[in-house]
């Protein structure tokens, strides 16, 4: 951030001197724009949030293009709309984010899969001119003061909610929430004890529009704290909602998504272990995938300071179960009916059909690992959502 922050200050001072002699004939211009890419990757996706910042040349809307140097793959984006043709990728600004004055900024992100070497593409193109080059000249004043830089990006993203959730039976942003604390569907609770863990609608970080659900959870057992709202357990379940957390899987055992399995009337439970994601069934304890270095490498951790997309398919004739991650499968956390090493030998050792009445996001934490979450987009449908 910082390295940015000095590259906008310069911006903003080169901007300046173009507007005083660009009258005078073409002298040393100011770059065409400034892109600050933030990458936050995993074993096999990533994250990039995305500043772009114009140059001289006010635009009522902007095409961002750049090409990867490996596989990446987006898969999804958000306040932009990104396509990828081979490793040539293309964002377009959205309606409400066109507009981009001299010297203004503008942030979107995507979601992507990658493997190998994930590099940073240094190709930024701005309507057509390299981010590498000077800003053409242009041939009048400017009359558009150049925007003074806000504070750096925030944690906050708007935009609308994600396509394909109108049509499942639970589609919830929070936006409609009023209050402090989660209401209409939603109860909040702790199961067994009231300690300090808390959830609380959130108007400062969201996913979508301007609110969110934040769980503050703590180490301990009655600091557990949870909203829930019940659920169809009948027929192929698919779930799916975004994730914000701060503090990276540990070791321990923890839960951020916990369903009432109304078969043996325990829990089955999505969190981390050996810090990185994995189901765990609450009545005999097994975990997906198994705990060994080996099926551990076949999960992934959550991202931290950033949101996550996290999608299953819950089967439970057929008992079985997957999850996605960005939009990528996670292969350790699979049951097909296909045994597989190191994955779902432990789960597959006894019957398993699923039928869950509720579906509860927050902390739990068996291990007294703290964190802090934040929950938006909650959808839960019979078919699947998407990110
Ligand atoms: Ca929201």
Not at 191 to 219: F, I, L, M, P, Y
Not at 280 to 291: C, G, I, K, V, Y
Not at 318 to 335: D, K, M
Request: aromatic content about 8%; hydrophobic content about 35%; glycine content about 12%.
């Amino acid at each position: 951030m910082h390295r940015f922050a000095g590259a906008l200050a310069a911006l903003c001072l080169a901007a300046a001197a173009t507007t005083a002699v660009v009258l005078a004939g073409p002298a040393a211009a100011a770059p065409a724009c400034a892109v600050a890419y933030r990458l936050n990757q995993w074993q096999t996706g990533f994250t990039a949030d995305i500043t772009v910042t114009n140059g001289p040349t006010a635009a009522s809307s902007w095409t961002l293009t750049w090409h990867y140097a490996g596989n990446q793959t987006v898969t999804s984006a958000w306040n932009a709309t990104v396509r990828q043709t081979g490793n040539a990728v293309t964002a377009q600004s959205l309606s409400y984010n066109g507009a981009l004055p001299a010297g203004g900024s503008v942030s979107f992100g995507l979601q992507g899969t990658a493997s190998g070497t994930n590099a940073e593409p240094t190709d930024f193109a701005l309507n057509g001119v390299s981010c590498g080059d000077p800003a053409p000249p242009t041939s009048t004043t400017p009359t558009t003061t150049p925007t003074t830089p806000t504070s750096g990006p925030t944690t906050t993203t708007s935009g609308p909610p994600p396509a394909g959730c109108a049509g499942a039976a639970l589609c919830d942003d929070f936006e409609q929430q009023t209050g402090g604390t989660p209401g209409g569907r939603w109860t909040v609770g702790a199961a067994n004890c009231q300690g300090t863990g808390t959830v609380a609608v959130d108007t400062t970080v969201a996913h979508s529009g301007s609110r969110s659900v934040k769980v503050t959870g703590q180490g301990g057992y009655c600091n557990h704290a949870f909203l829930g709202t019940s659920v169809s357990g009948s027929g192929v379940l698919y779930g799916r909602f975004w994730v914000r957390h701060t503090t990276a899987l540990p070791a321990g055992h923890v839960t951020f998504l916990a369903m009432r399995d109304s078969t043996d009337g325990r829990d089955l439970r999505a969190g981390g272990q050996n810090r990185a994601l994995q189901w765990n069934r609450e009545s005999d304890d097994a975990t997906l995938p198994a705990q060994s270095p080996a099926g551990v490498a076949q999960s992934v951790p959550l991202p931290t300071g950033t949101w996550s997309c996290f999608e299953f398919r819950l089967d439970g004739a057929a008992g079985q179960l997957r999850t996605w991650l960005g939009s990528a499968e996670v292969p350790g956390l699979v049951v097909d009916g296909v045994p597989t090493a190191d994955v779902d030998q432990q789960w597959l050792a006894r019957a398993w059909h699923p039928a869950v009445t509720d579906l509860r996001l927050g902390w739990e934490s068996y291990a007294g690992d703290a964190d802090t979450l934040w929950f938006d987009d909650v959808a839960v449908g019979s078919s699947r959502i998407g990110c």
